[in-house]
């Protein structure tokens, strides 16, 4: 999305990458501070959204269709989560993407940035909204509406 708004031309499957060079550094940074969390993957794009995590202490959520997807792939099921992600492809993508270095970094983002930041409303637009589809669809089960009835 962000290389269509900005016509920003990258290599071949280097976006693929951008969430999970920070789920994985989110993963080791939570590791060494002692952090007793889990870290979510759930919004799949591709398969690393769950190759690349295995054997970590992580919650992978993969939709319906995706573990589908898994079940009748020849991908290895091999714990991947401690494999750094080739500094070459996140060295291009810090250059080319501010967001993917305010996510990235450290330091990249404030507190008072984070409630702002694209990926953080789209996430909390996507959670609301799927509230709204549960809602809808358990009234309309304890509900139905009479006009839809025949």
């Known amino acids: 999305m962000a290389a269509e708004k900005q016509n920003i031309t990258i290599e071949p ?12 550094k989110t993963y080791r940074i939570f590791r060494e501070r002692g952090y007793r969390l889990r870290l979510l993957s759930a919004a799949f794009r591709n398969h690393m959204h769950w190759s690349e995590f295995i054997g970590g202490d992580v919650v992978i959520s993969p939709p319906y269709k995706w573990q589908l997807r898994y079940n009748a792939s020849d991908v290895a099921v091999v714990p991947r989560i401690d494999k750094p992600v080739d500094p070459i ?36 637009r996507q959670f609301i909204q799927s509230c709204h589809d549960l809602e809808s669809l358990i009234r309309n089960f304890m509900i139905p509406n009479p006009d839809k009835l025949l």
Do not use: C, M
Not at 112 to 118: H, L, V
């Open 13 to 24: 499957g280097y976006l693929e990458w951008a969430g999970v060079a920070v789920f994985k």
């Open 89 to 124: 492809i996140v060295e291009e993508l810090l250059r080319k993407f501010p967001d993917f270095r305010r996510a990235y970094n450290e330091d990249g983002l404030s507190l008072d940035e984070f409630d702002t930041f694209g990926a953080t409303r789209r996430t909390l």
